[in-house]
């Protein structure tokens, strides 16, 4: 039999039929079921795995739009910039591993002179942070937050270190960066203590041309780490590409590793269709694993002419994968979730959404935030780039919404273990039920 529970939506009536049985479904119409095993995994409503049918509702995106905060800029000597802040938490250990940019020659030496870094960043609450004094890696500065630096030259540059935690990992790699060395392929580099870094002698661990925007997560169904990054490539709708590389587009690719050390040859995971604008591509995407499914923040240009090139607003959309990230699915194409801040503020034209860490009932979202488009330096405009802290409840990112008139979802047929019970988190408004 089936059962049916009443109740709301976000605005107003929502009937929720909720087909469940602890043994099995029964037919309809003759035919078997589509059921789907849950287990006792959350479900949440970022796409149509559960549902059967909706009627009278709408999938609408919370949006992390109140109280942003900027946490720093680059406030060190040897910064000029900073972006990508990646977040691990461990216990009342926070540690942020984020890129610095070096784009003058530094007084006292031109051993970072234009260049990109990874430094890293230390905090007790998520919220302030100080920047430990490390005495190597540098002859310029008596002692630094750099755990990575390279030097411009005929092998490139760093772009983007992402910081990760393995804990089972022998003491050696406890700690791992995955970087791109641009036009030069993907590297990686282990720490014991998440400070002093080696690089792999076998890097670099993916040859072609990638780029910037690394994103790495470990995933339990295939005990492997993937690996998201940037490519450049022609469109494959047909359409000209409008960025500032000869034509070419950002898309998103993938490679896995059982080891961190020996990754797979490269797939083409995310690319703009004929859904999407003419003046979009995927600047990044940064994917977080929660409930089993990876949730991806997918960084979207709207690329626009200047008169003398190429520059353009940054935002976020939402993405989802079941299969580890060989296909994505939109939570709501076209639809930004992490969205620009007000005129005026140090994030009005650029947001790069990069990491998020649960807190209690938040979800802490550590950003890049500018006040210039993409590839635009506006006079007056010198160091624009901040690390920002944006929150959302935790698991609330996306729900279904009822109207003025009453929505009904129905859920596919799935099984509840024996002796469990079964809840619905959902938001009763006035005149609901």
Same mark, same amino acid.
């Not at 938490?89 to 591993?97: I, T």
């Given at each position: 039999? *089936?059962s049916?529970?009443k109740?709301?939506a976000?605005? $107003?009536?929502?009937?929720?039929v909720?087909?469940?049985?602890?043994?099995g479904?029964?037919?309809r119409?003759?035919?078997?079921? %589509?059921t789907v095993e849950?287990g006792? #995994?959350v479900?949440?409503?970022?796409?149509?795995?559960?549902?059967e049918?909706t009627?009278?509702?709408?999938r609408v995106?919370n949006?992390p739009d109140d109280?942003?905060i +900027?946490?720093?800029g680059? =406030?060190?000597?040897? =910064?000029?910039?900073?972006?990508?802040p990646?977040v691990?938490? %461990?216990?009342?250990q926070?540690r942020?591993?984020?890129?610095a940019?070096v784009f003058?020659?530094?007084?006292?030496?031109?051993?970072?002179a234009?260049?990109k870094l990874?430094?890293? $960043?230390?905090s007790?609450?998520?919220s302030?942070?100080h920047f430990p004094q490390?005495k190597e890696h #540098?002859?310029v500065?008596d002692s630094?937050?750099?755990?990575?630096q390279?030097?411009?030259n005929? *092998?490139?540059i760093?772009?983007n270190g992402f910081?990760?935690?393995?804990p089972?990992?022998p003491?050696?790699?406890r700690?791992k960066?995955?970087?791109g060395?641009f036009?030069h392929?993907?590297?990686?580099?282990?720490s014991e203590?998440?400070?002093a870094?080696?690089?792999?002698?076998?890097?670099?661990? @993916?040859d072609g041309?990638?780029?910037?925007?690394q /994103?790495?997560?470990w995933?339990?169904?295939i005990?492997?780490?993937?690996w998201f990054?940037?490519?450049? =490539?022609? +469109?494959?709708?047909?359409r +000209?590409?409008?960025?500032r590389? !000869?034509?070419?587009?950002?898309?998103?690719?993938?490679?896995?590793?059982?080891?961190?050390?020996h990754?797979s040859? +490269?797939q083409?995971?995310?690319d703009r #269709?004929?859904?999407?604008?003419?003046?979009? !591509?995927?600047?990044?995407?940064?994917?977080?694993?929660?409930h089993?499914i990876?949730?991806?923040?997918?960084?979207?240009?709207?690329?626009?002419?200047d008169?003398?090139g190429?520059i353009g607003?940054?935002?976020?959309?939402?993405?989802?994968?079941?299969? @580890?990230g060989?296909n994505?699915?939109f939570?709501?194409r076209g639809?930004?979730w992490?969205?620009?801040g007000p005129e005026? /503020?140090f994030d %009005?034209e650029?947001?790069?959404?990069s /990491?998020?860490?649960t807190?209690g009932d938040?979800?802490y979202?550590?950003?890049t935030?500018?006040?210039?488009?993409?590839?635009?330096?506006p006079?007056?405009?010198?160091?624009?780039?901040r690390?920002?802290?944006?929150?959302?409840?935790?698991?609330?990112?996306? $729900?279904? =919404?009822a109207?003025?008139?009453e929505g009904?979802?129905?859920?596919k047929?799935f099984?509840?273990?024996a002796?469990k019970?079964?809840?619905?988190n959902l938001?009763i408004?006035?005149g609901g039920y």
């Amino acid at each position: 039999m *089936n059962s049916l529970l009443k109740q709301t939506a976000q605005l $107003a009536s929502f009937l929720m039929v909720l087909a469940c049985l602890t043994q099995g479904c029964a037919q309809r119409s003759g035919e078997e079921p %589509d059921t789907v095993e849950i287990g006792t #995994t959350v479900q949440l409503f970022l796409d149509d795995f559960v549902i059967e049918s909706t009627h009278h509702l709408k999938r609408v995106l919370n949006r992390p739009d109140d109280n942003r905060i +900027p946490l720093f800029g680059a =406030e060190q000597p040897w =910064e000029q910039r900073v972006f990508y802040p990646n977040v691990i938490k %461990d216990g009342n250990q926070w540690r942020m591993y984020y890129t610095a940019g070096v784009f003058n020659d530094l007084q006292g030496g031109t051993e970072l002179a234009k260049g990109k870094l990874v430094s890293v $960043a230390e905090s007790s609450n998520g919220s302030d942070w100080h920047f430990p004094q490390l005495k190597e890696h #540098t002859g310029v500065f008596d002692s630094t937050n750099i755990v990575l630096q390279d030097i411009v030259n005929e *092998n490139g540059i760093i772009e983007n270190g992402f910081g990760i935690f393995d804990p089972s990992a022998p003491e050696r790699e406890r700690y791992k960066l995955g970087y791109g060395h641009f036009k030069h392929g993907l590297r990686v580099a282990f720490s014991e203590d998440g400070y002093a870094f080696k690089r792999y002698s076998g890097n670099p661990v @993916s040859d072609g041309h990638e780029d910037t925007q690394q /994103s790495i997560v470990w995933d339990p169904k295939i005990n492997k780490w993937v690996w998201f990054y940037r490519i450049w =490539e022609v +469109p494959n709708d047909g359409r +000209p590409g409008l960025s500032r590389f !000869d034509g070419k587009i950002r898309k998103i690719g993938r490679i896995e590793s059982a080891d961190f050390k020996h990754w797979s040859e +490269p797939q083409l995971v995310l690319d703009r #269709t004929f859904e999407d604008s003419i003046e979009t !591509d995927w600047y990044g995407l940064q994917v977080t694993i929660r409930h089993g499914i990876m949730i991806g923040i997918l960084w979207t240009s709207e690329w626009e002419d200047d008169g003398g090139g190429r520059i353009g607003q940054q935002r976020a959309q939402l993405v989802v994968s079941r299969d @580890s990230g060989y296909n994505w699915t939109f939570v709501d194409r076209g639809n930004i979730w992490f969205d620009v801040g007000p005129e005026g /503020s140090f994030d %009005d034209e650029v947001v790069w959404p990069s /990491s998020i860490v649960t807190v209690g009932d938040e979800d802490y979202i550590y950003y890049t935030g500018s006040t210039y488009k993409h590839a635009s330096n506006p006079p007056g405009r010198s160091n624009p780039y901040r690390i920002g802290l944006a929150r959302v409840l935790r698991d609330r990112i996306a $729900a279904l =919404e009822a109207a003025s008139v009453e929505g009904v979802l129905t859920t596919k047929c799935f099984t509840v273990p024996a002796e469990k019970e079964l809840f619905l988190n959902l938001d009763i408004l006035d005149g609901g039920y």
